[in-house]
T-cell receptor
Framework: DSGVTQTPKHLITATGQRVTLRCSPR?????VYWYQQSLDQGLQFLIQ???????AKGNILERFSAQQFPDLHSELNLSSLELGDSALYFC?????????????FGNGTRLTVT | DAKTTQPPSMDCAEGRAANLPCNHS???????VYWYRQIHSQGPQYIIH???NNETNEMASLIITEDRKSSTLILPHATLRDTAVYYC????????????FGTGTRLKVLA
């Protein structure tokens, strides 16, 4: 168990809809990362937050947004969903503040858009 | 873009050492080498990381060449449960906080 909790585990929704994925980082970790993994594809970095502030952005679509709250949990919002958004979405956390802090991943949310 | 190059796949006999290579020829002086693995569709699991010295933990050993342009992850006695995709990543404080995953090496441990 990595200590990173993601909810829900599975989500099925229709095209055009909006969903929110939630991530609770490990206790003490200030940084949260979001990744997308489509079927048989690699992990695509979406965005990183550190202590409530956006720190780095990857290939995140404009239809997607994220935030990190004062209690350090994070939410990834996906809107105007398309079939191609079906994927596993992973959250990871790290202590950060040290250049060599590793990431610890949750078990992901599997999103299916029909 | 990923800054590492790994073979797409490897096989290893159960009980033997699995040696997974990674090329990171553009690594800069303050960048660390990290290894993760992903078993089926689970969340990636951190294995080990290092800067320039060899490192060992309960899961694996990491051997980094003296010029730091390549490294090898060693699983000393591979088991069937080590079948996974292994990712090598470099990351440091050189202006980016992104962990960029490449395509990794799909290791298959054979009975």
């Amino acid at each position: 168990d990595s200590g990173v909790t993601q909810t829900p585990k599975h989500l099925i929704t229709a095209t055009g809809q909006r969903v929110t994925l939630r991530c609770s980082p490990r206790s003490g970790d200030l940084s949260v990362y979001w990744y997308q993994q489509s079927l048989d594809q690699g992990l695509q970095f979406l965005i990183q937050y550190y202590n409530g502030e956006e720190r780095a952005k990857g290939n995140i679509l404009e239809r997607f947004s994220a935030q990190q709250f004062p209690d350090l949990h994070s939410e990834l919002n996906l809107s105007s969903l398309e079939l191609g958004d079906s994927a596993l979405y992973f959250c990871a956390s790290s202590v950060e503040g040290q250049d060599n802090s590793p990431l610890h991943f949750g078990n992901g949310t599997r999103l299916t858009v029909t | 873009d990923a800054k590492t190059t790994q073979p797409p796949s490897m096989d290893c006999a159960e009980g033997r050492a699995a040696n997974l290579p990674c090329n990171h020829s553009t690594i800069s002086g303050n960048e660390y080498v990290y290894w993760y693995r992903q078993i089926h569709s689970q969340g990636p699991q951190y294995i080990i990381h290092g800067l320039k010295n060899n490192e060992t933990n309960e899961m694996a050993s990491l051997i980094i060449t003296e010029d730091r342009k390549s490294s090898t992850l060693i699983l000393p006695h591979a088991t069937l449960r080590d079948t996974a995709v292994y990712y090598c990543i470099v990351r440091g404080s050189s202006g980016t906080y992104k962990y960029i995953f490449g395509t990794g090496t799909r290791l298959k441990v054979l009975a």
